[in-house]
């Protein structure tokens, strides 16, 4: 049976809202498919507003990749404003989706890509929007699967009252295969209900089904046990790991946003995964092996999505992008071919390691000189040894003075304030690594018109990372050291002057990181809040600590637990952890051993290029480290036509 489009409906409202044109779709790229001649139907969510959901690559992704079903349809749904949010409600307008319009709770599947853990109030009203019941128990054979995915799906549990189901690790053959069993299923008629098709995939041994694991608790708070309840189902579920990144070349038609957006780019993942092994960094431990993607791939990618978009600015992705072993055949081959266009390159946030001038000039060689970014994470030499991010202050110098000596302006800073074992000296480090950056800067530069920007963002420690036993550190702690840092920056004007500081107070980390490292008892707290108009948490002007203090007040006792339990605590080593049963591939106890290492100072180096460290993800996996050369170049290319943004083949170096 068909499903109409909300959008008469909608329409009315939309004059009365802020940024309607976010609402109304019809993106360059979108797909739009009958409803009828499909079988299996998903709406993708990425739970925050249209600005922030649009670019996300892993969406995107899988947009295409289910779409290139002929009979599979997927459609993407975004959080809505809380103006809109109002007036859905006062005139019966459901959870829509952009493309269609269609109401979300019609579809198959609600897959949600939860890139933090602040998004989670936000499901719950798109779920009640969409008149799907909060609570998984409460659903029937006529609602939706909600599926959970992204880096906060490795430890869904405290959002397990509210999730179906949830898919660790990359999703690219993983929303394949639940098509399929969800195909099948309807095949037959849908046997045994919904409980039968949640049960065909947790049986998969990749997907996690909460209401099928019972989890129990000691005298103390702390899990006892989680294990399994039925018998087809494991009792640990396992990522998936997708390793041939070249066969999944994947957006190859990049949407383009109606709205302005936080990245106005056209992106591609160069590589994934990270041996580098800082211990903060949950992204760089979850998605081990180390995959890279051949130039040739990468050449092709960048050619049909700048031709398929229009941007002028190609990204160059990864969680460290300069360490891909090809990168400066990969950025001199592209720099080469489109020469003389508008197409610039990109690289996220640079380690300072792996920069040189070489690299920037051909990121920089049509003219653009942004500001380069660089994380150093902590201010001293010690802190950064317990984070295991070896560069010295020298190094950062070095690097800098090169790069305002062959012309840059304006270099940016990232740290982290509330690490493990950090002192107050350690975060006064920062203001003196900056000024020392201005001084060498003006001196290699001749010029006093440069800039420093020091960001800092609160640490939250994260589940599958040595630091997920460590204790966090209180906001207050946190905004101390904070004002302890712009006094010491303003200290000297000549060079304060020349450095800014961005930084939130230490209370959203907090609750980011009850929310990380909780269970399945913080669910009350999430529903709470959300019924006491939480919304669009990662926002400071929608967040409310004092909302979720008062939750955790009200709902934590009665299960003898409090929000310091949950947070500033420093757990156990044989302590239970609620995703324990939840393989990252990592072996918990050499992810212990780190801890204690990180405790000692010691670092650990880069697996890529030293022997094994026995993290067990290799040998969990069944998979293996895959970096280049590959002896696939870059192939050079014709020009499409005239006024083609590709220079021409007779002066590329065919890199």
Not at 154 to 183: K, M, Q, S, W, Y
Not at 237 to 249: E, I, N, Q, S, Y
Request: proline letters at 6%; charged letters at 25%.
């Amino acid at each position: 049976m068909s499903v109409e489009s909300v959008f008469p409906r909608l329409e009315p409202l939309l004059p009365r809202v802020s940024k309607p044109v976010q609402y109304v779709g019809g993106e360059l790229n979108a797909t739009i498919k009958d409803w009828d001649a499909t079988t299996v139907r998903w709406a993708l969510m990425y739970p925050d507003a249209y600005e922030v959901g649009l670019p996300n690559q892993g969406v995107m992704i899988l947009y295409e990749i289910l779409n290139e079903q002929p009979d599979v349809l997927a459609e993407r749904t975004y959080s809505v404003w809380p103006d809109l949010e109002a007036l859905m409600r006062e005139h019966d307008v459901p959870q829509f989706t952009v493309d269609a319009h269609r109401p979300v709770g019609a579809f198959d599947v609600l897959g949600v890509s939860f890139a933090t853990e602040l998004g989670y109030t936000n499901l719950l009203t798109a779920l009640d929007l969409a008149g799907i019941p909060l609570h998984a128990v409460d659903r029937t054979e006529d609602h939706p699967i909600v599926l959970a995915g992204g880096h906060a799906a490795f430890n869904p549990e405290p959002i397990a009252d509210f999730l179906d189901a949830a898919v660790l690790g990359d999703g690219e053959e993983a929303v394949l295969e639940v098509t399929e069993l969800i195909r099948s299923w309807k095949a037959e008629g849908r046997p045994g209900g919904r409980e039968e098709i949640l049960t065909r995939l947790a049986e998969t041994g990749n997907v996690y089904v909460p209401r099928f694991y019972e989890v129990t608790y000691l005298s103390d708070g702390a899990i006892d046990e989680v294990r399994p309840t039925r018998d087809r189902v494991p009792a640990r579920v396992v990522k998936r790991t997708t390793m041939d990144l070249d066969a999944w070349p994947y957006p190859k038609q990049p949407l383009v946003p109606l709205a302005e957006s936080v990245h106005e780019r056209m992106s591609v993942e160069i590589f994934r995964g990270c041996t580098r092994g800082c211990r903060f960094c949950q992204a760089g431990m979850i998605t081990r092996p180390v995959r890279e993607r051949s130039a040739e791939g990468i050449g092709a990618m960048v050619q049909q999505g700048i031709a398929a978009t229009g941007f002028e600015e190609v990204g160059l992705l990864s969680l460290s992008s300069a360490d891909h072993s090809e990168i400066a055949e990969v950025t001199k081959g592209l720099a080469d071919r489109y020469e003389g266009t508008n197409t610039g390159l990109s690289l996220p946030s640079t380690r300072v390691d792996a920069f040189n001038v070489d690299l920037a000039n051909e990121l920089a060689r049509n003219g653009r000189r942004s500001g380069l970014t660089f994380a150093p994470e902590g201010g001293s030499e010690r802190i950064r040894r317990v984070i295991n991010k070896m560069v010295s202050e020298e190094d950062l110098i070095r690097t800098v003075t090169t790069a305002y000596a062959n012309g840059w302006r304006q270099v940016k800073l990232y740290f982290m304030c509330g690490l493990p074992t950090e002192t107050d000296e350690d975060i006064l480090q920062i203001a003196a690594m900056a000024k020392e950056v201005i001084r060498a800067g003006r001196e290699a530069s001749g010029n006093k018109d440069i800039r420093c920007t020091v960001s800092i963002g609160g640490f939250v420690p994260k589940p599958h990372t040595p630091f997920q036993w460590a204790s966090q550190t209180d906001p207050d702690t946190i905004d101390a050291r904070l004002r302890r840092l712009r006094a010491a920056v303003n200290e000297d004007r000549k060079l304060g002057r020349s450095i800014g500081m961005r930084y939130h107070d230490g209370k959203p980390s907090l609750i980011e990181g009850l929310l990380s490292r909780g269970d399945r008892r913080i669910g009350r707290v999430i529903e709470r809040v959300w019924r006491q108009g939480g919304r669009f948490d990662g926002w400071t002007e929608h967040f409310s600590y004092y909302r979720w203090l008062d939750a955790c007040a009200d709902e934590l006792p009665a299960f003898g637990v409090d929000i310091a339990w949950f947070t500033t605590r420093e757990r156990t080593e044989h302590e239970t952890l609620p995703w324990d049963h939840l393989d990252s591939g990592l072996d918990k106890e050499w992810l212990w051993a780190d801890w204690r290492d990180a405790l000692d100072e010691q670092e650990q180096d880069d697996c890529r290029w030293t022997p094994c460290f026995d993290c067990g993800v290799c040998p969990a996996m069944g998979t293996d480290i895959e970096i280049g050369p590959t002896g696939r170049p870059m192939l050079s290319i014709t020009p499409v036509g005239k006024g083609s943004p590709v220079r021409n083949p007779s002066l590329s170096s065919g890199v």
